[in-house]
């Protein structure tokens, strides 16, 4: 694979190569089947959920079985989509080259010239702590290089330089701007790796009853295991906070991977009560693969219907 690049132009021109053109010979074009949610096109029928609204149940159907069933339907061939992207200074982690948001950059690129080439239009809300930009939706190539831009020249942010004090993340922000913002219901891809005050799944909650919702969720394998490094100056990315831990000590290392795995459980946990399904993103994956793992995720639980235990959130890189 091509190295990566900060210029947009060089990044959505290997994008097109390497994920873009496999997606088109193994998808025959049909990209609607990463998309299957509200449109005209009824693409499935399932049992219904308690996080599915009423308003998509099958009546006639349900009366027929004596058993509860929604619609699902392909998405609309004029979609508006929006990303919500949070660019607060954890996303600039990375243990190896590649930073979350690099993967950020690649995921928004992929999907906005996926869904712009076809005439689809794409804004994007930019949240740094607060809301630093909205771009209103619009189609084609150039917007979807400007959206690029804005993503991979977004300055990394520290401690307030005003108040000497660290940015306290609170993605319930983003996500009740969002709310206000997008008026007509859209696909909206919420990109981030959750690290935040908690509260927020009940705003995702909310957006997700309006539109059609994706989170898509950042994380590098160094936040869920230490190696044995030695002696290692730690930094939170939110707030600056710097720690000298000894990684060598095995204790240090059990403990670490036990409150990971704790955060593990209460994000899954979060995600799951506000109802929308997940897809996971490494530093260490490959975007294609974990596309198509989704996909192929989505159309089985849709088809199962969830009869067999299948979780709402679907993980991609496990």
Do not use: C
């Not at 200074?89 to 993967?103: H, L, M």
């Not at 005439?119 to 290089?145: M, Q, S, T, W, Y």
């Not at 030695?230 to 990684?247: H, I, K, P, S």
Request: proline share 4%.
């Amino acid at each position: 694979m091509p190295p990566r690049t900060s210029d947009p132009e060089a990044l959505l021109q290997r994008l097109e190569w390497t994920v873009l053109r496999r997606l088109d010979g193994i998808l025959n074009g049909d990209f609607r089947t990463l998309f299957r949610g509200t449109g005209l096109d009824l693409a499935d029928l399932r049992e219904y959920q308690l996080h599915d609204e009423v308003r998509h149940i099958d009546w006639n159907v349900t009366a027929r079985l004596a058993i509860p069933h929604v619609r699902e339907f392909n998405e609309d061939r004029e979609v508006t989509a929006w990303f919500l992207l949070d660019v607060t200074p954890s996303i600039d982690f990375g243990s190896e080259e590649v930073r979350k948001r690099t993967v950020l950059a690649e995921f928004v690129g992929v999907m906005a010239r996926l869904l712009s080439r076809n005439g689809n239009r794409v804004g994007a809300l930019f949240f740094g702590g607060e809301v630093d930009a909205v771009i209103p939706p619009a189609a084609g190539r150039k917007h979807v290089l400007h959206l690029l831009d804005r993503v991979m020249r977004k300055p990394r942010r520290g401690r307030s330089e005003d108040s000497g004090s660290p940015p306290d993340t609170d993605l319930a922000a983003m996500l009740d701007a969002a709310f206000h913002t997008i008026r007509r219901r859209s696909m909206v891809f919420v990109v981030s790796d959750f690290i935040s005050r908690p509260g927020w799944e009940r705003a995702l909650n909310r957006l997700a009853h309006r539109h059609e919702v994706l989170a898509v969720r950042l994380f590098d394998p160094l936040e869920l295991e230490l190696p044995d490094l030695g002696l290692v100056m730690m930094e939170d990315a939110e707030t600056g906070e710097q720690l000298l831990v000894d990684t060598h000590d095995e204790g240090f290392r059990l403990r670490f991977r036990a409150a990971a795995h704790a955060r593990e459980t209460a994000l899954r946990s979060a995600l799951g009560e506000a109802g929308v399904d997940t897809l996971e993103l490494s530093t260490a994956d490959n975007l294609l693969d974990a596309l198509l793992r989704f996909s192929d995720l989505r159309r089985t639980r849709s088809r199962l219907g969830n009869r067999n235990g299948m979780p709402d959130h679907l993980e991609m890189n496990r």
